[in-house]
Nanobody, 118 residues
C-alpha cells in the first residue's frame, strides 16, 4: 500500500501562484508515476500533470505553460507549481500514484481544494 498526503491548497486570486505538494509513504518502490488530477463538482476527475520516475512529464492542454510538475525522488514528494491561476482552475486536486507497468492510478490522496477568485 501507498499513502499520499497532499498540502498547499487554498484560496487565491486570479493571476496568483500556488504550489501543491504530495508526500508518498509505504510501498513506494513499486511506484513509477505520480501526478495530480483535478475534479470539479459533478465532473469526472481529469489529469492535470504527471511525472514518472525518469522525469518524463505530461500536462493537460489547459495548464501547459502555466504549471510545472516536479519530483524529489529522495523525499518521495511531488510538487505542482501553478502560476497565473484562473477561476476555471478551481477544483479539488488529488495526488495520484501509479505502479510500474500500469497506466491508471492505483492510489489516491484525500484531495486538496484550490479556489481561484476573480
Amino acid at each position: 500500500q501507498v499513502q499520499l498526503v497532499e498540502s498547499g491548497g487554498g484560496l487565491v486570486q486570479a493571476g496568483e501562484p500556488l504550489r501543491l505538494s504530495c508526500a508518498a509513504s509505504g510501498s513506494i518502490v513499486s511506484i513509477n508515476s505520480m501526478g495530480w488530477y483535478g475534479q470539479a463538482p459533478g465532473k469526472q476527475r481529469e489529469l492535470v500533470a504527471r511525472i514518472n520516475r525518469a522525469g518524463r512529464t505530461d500536462y493537460a492542454d489547459s495548464v501547459k505553460g502555466r504549471c510545472t510538475i516536479s519530483r524529489d525522488n529522495a523525499k518521495n514528494t511531488v510538487f505542482l507549481q501553478m502560476n497565473s491561476l484562473k477561476p476555471e482552475d478551481t477544483n479539488v486536486y488529488y495526488c495520484a500514484a501509479t505502479r510500474m507497468g500500469k497506466y491508471a492510478p492505483d492510489y489516491w490522496g484525500q484531495g486538496t481544494q484550490v479556489t481561484v477568485s476573480t
